[in-house]
């Protein structure tokens, strides 16, 4: 039976009872089964397979509709398993230009070195995407909505260029999380995520999964997770975002219904100059936005009309945001991006990505959003 959303999120008839039937998952954090003659089992060491991370990887498979889930010790651990378990020297990927900055650092610093070629496109457009593939191609890689301008792709018009290509595409969902959206149905290869955000949700497990349909494939992903990089999640992260998951559908909602209520007050505010929310109808890809994901995600970021200085103390002026890096937790948080999150970026390289002075980037929390739109009032008041 295909059970709802919510169902396999909280308490998943479908899913492999608990040996000792705990309703709540058993946290396993031995490293190491025994194996003799009479007691070899389905576990032999932690890196290779571990009872509280199968739980995980199969709920994490459960919601995204997938065949397949890994659980990895973070979110690039995840990106660099998929780019290494599927590329050799000679390749080539093509990536949406907007990405994640420790995404494309990672494309530039470390596949470079691999011999591998990355060309970045501006992914709005499927035809870029179309137009930069080559026979070596075997990788298409894209964010949707993208971190931190809330840029879109069309997963399924990109998916097509991929087939057309026979190339693999793999879509960061970070952003979205499957409550939102699912790249697997639009036609995307691998979804891959950043389970530290939205998934686990309460900003105190680092992890990273992979979700796909493909056996071939995700062979190859647990060879490299596995037997290389050794990048598993720990057993105790797995116990945490298997609760996290729980209650995923839920929080997903209130990120969106107060994100939804902050971007609205900033987009009529004088001080702010642009709003980026893909909920907002003034969002040059609302429209595809509204058919492609179910909402709009919990992460809203703007531009005030103030230089970095006086944005940085716009930041300070807050009460209820606390100013950090990361998103997806239960509290908001808030960023001055060109300083934080791409501090390490050339000036040159933040322009080309889009990341003015004045760029904020605020992930919504689950809290009053009367609280919120009123903190940002007090502190914008201020400019
Ligand atoms: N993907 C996206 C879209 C992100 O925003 C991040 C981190 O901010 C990552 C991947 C990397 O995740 P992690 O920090 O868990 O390695």
Redesign the pocket.
């Known amino acids: 039976m295909d059970y709802g959303f919510e169902t396999r999120a909280c308490n998943d008839p479908a899913a492999e009872p608990s040996a000792t039937g705990d309703v709540v998952r058993p946290l396993h954090l031995s490293t190491t089964f025994e194996m003799g003659p009479s007691s070899e089992g389905e576990y032999k060491y932690t890196r290779f397979g571990n009872p509280t991370r199968a739980a995980v990887e199969s709920k994490l498979a459960r919601l995204e509709g997938a065949d397949h889930g890994l659980a990895l010790s ?4 995840a ?1 660099s398993t998929v780019c290494f378990g599927l590329l050799s020297p000679g390749d080539h990927v093509v990536a949406f230009e907007s990405l ?1 900055g ?2 494309k650092a990672m494309f530039d610093d470390l596949l470079a070195g691999q011999g591998v070629e990355v060309t970045y496109v501006d992914a709005t457009d499927a035809g870029n995407v179309a137009s930069a593939m080559r026979p070596e191609t075997r990788l298409v890689w894209v ?1 949707s909505p993208t ?1 931190p301008l809330l840029r879109l792709c069309d997963v399924e018009a990109v998916a097509k260029v991929a087939d057309e290509g026979d190339a693999t595409l793999a879509v ?1 969902n ?2 979205s999380t499957p409550a939102v959206q699912r790249p697997l149905e639009l036609g995307a290869d691998v979804a891959v995520y ?1 389970t ?2 939205f998934l686990n949700g309460h900003s105190d497990s ?3 999964a992979i979700c796909t349909d493909d056996d071939a494939l995700v062979e190859q992903f647990r060879f490299v997770q596995e037997r290389g990089f050794g990048a598993v999640l720990a057993p105790f992260d797995c116990f945490l975002l298997q609760r996290g998951l729980k209650t995923l559908p839920l929080r997903m909602r209130r990120h969106q219904s107060n994100a939804t209520a902050v971007a609205a007050f900033l987009a009529d505010h004088p001080e702010v100059r642009t709003v980026h929310y893909p909920g907002l109808e003034g969002h040059p890809q609302h429209d595809l936005a509204a058919e492609q994901m179910d909402g709009y995600g919990g992460v809203v970021s703007f531009e005030v009309d103030a230089d970095a200085a006086e944005t940085r103390a716009f930041l300070e002026e807050l009460e209820v945001f606390d100013v950090a890096v ?2 997806g937790g239960v509290e908001s948080l808030i960023e001055h991006t060109a300083s934080m ?1 791409a501090g390490n970026l050339t000036d040159e390289e933040r322009r080309a990505a889009g990341i003015s002075e004045s760029l904020v980037r605020a992930p919504i929390g689950l809290e009053d959003p009367d609280d919120l739109v009123a903190d940002l009032e007090a502190a914008l008041g201020k400019l």
């Open positions: 973070s979110g690039m651990a990106i994640f420790g995404t964010e971190n960061d970070t952003f950043s530290t955000k680092m992890g990273g990361s998103l999150s």
